[in-house]
T-cell receptor, first 114, second 113 residues
Framework: GENVEQHPSTLSVQEGDSAVIKCTYS??????FPWYKQELGKRPQLIID?????GEKKDQRIAVTLNKTAKHFSLHITETQPEDSAVYFC?????????????FGTGTLLAVQP | SAVISQKPSRDICQRGTSLTIQCQVD?????MFWYRQQPGQSLTLIAT?????????ESGFVIDKFPISRPNLTFSTLTVSNMSPEDSSIYLC??????????FGPGTRLTVT
């Protein structure tokens, strides 16, 4: 079945450094790729997304890139801050009946050391 | 984005009993979904809650165990039936808006003893 692989599972960076999280998806029909940030005890929050007709999207310190040929997409966080520490999930849409469902990666625990 | 609430926020239940979780949205939404997130794990889709018709369940989830209702475009319930300790998890509803972006409710933390 469809799946999304996410790497690394944990990532520790120094404050101010960049962080990169990578995902690979299997369904060639996937056309929507959101990223969620989940702080401890909180709900997942949508932080950025990208659609298949775009190769890159940026929002302040975060950016997402998509390579449809290789079925890869990545999250880039620049100038990391301690408040960026959280679990990050990538997801890919899969066609399920009348709607696109999401399948999630396994998550990356990002720790930003002050 | 829509304001999504869930009740209860947490509960401790005895095995063999059932719990119904409510999800309320402050505006009409097309799609509502129910997810499970086991401790330290990712999100797993249980089912799509269809308004006016039976829910669509993912592989590994069945209606007898997780009956779902969706009487209108702003409300849905998920029941966890005949609970066992393996059902201890966080249950989240989500809704789609705009071009299909999904937003999550605050979750219900369930502990089964």
């Amino acid at each position: 079945g469809e799946n999304v692989e996410q790497h690394p599972s944990t990532l520790s960076v120094q404050e101010g450094d960049s962080a990169v999280i990578k995902c690979t998806y299997s369904d060639s029909a996937s056309n929507y790729f959101p990223w969620y940030k989940q702080e401890l005890g909180k709900r997942p929050q949508l932080i950025i997304d990208i659609r298949s007709n775009v190769g890159e999207k940026k929002d302040q310190r975060i950016a997402v890139t998509l390579n449809k040929t290789a079925k890869h997409f990545s999250l880039h966080i620049t100038e990391t801050q301690p408040e960026d520490s959280a679990v990050y999930f990538c997801a890919a849409s899969i066609r399920g009946g009348a709607t696109n469902k999401l399948i999630f990666g396994t998550g990356t625990l990002l720790a930003v050391q002050p | 984005s829509a304001v999504i609430s869930q009740k209860p926020s947490r509960d401790i239940c005895q095995r063999g009993t059932s719990l119904t979780i409510q999800c309320q949205v402050d505006s009409q939404v097309t799609m509502m979904f129910w997810y499970r997130q086991q401790p330290g794990q990712s999100l797993t889709l249980i089912a799509t809650a269809n308004q006016g018709s039976e829910a669509t369940y993912e592989s590994g989830f069945v209606i007898d165990k997780f009956p779902i209702s969706r009487p209108n475009l702003t409300f849905s319930t998920l029941t966890v039936s005949n609970m066992s300790p393996e059902d201890s998890s966080i249950y989240l509803c989500s809704v789609t808006q705009g071009l299909g972006e999904q937003y999550f409710g605050p979750g219900t933390r369930l502990t089964v003893t």
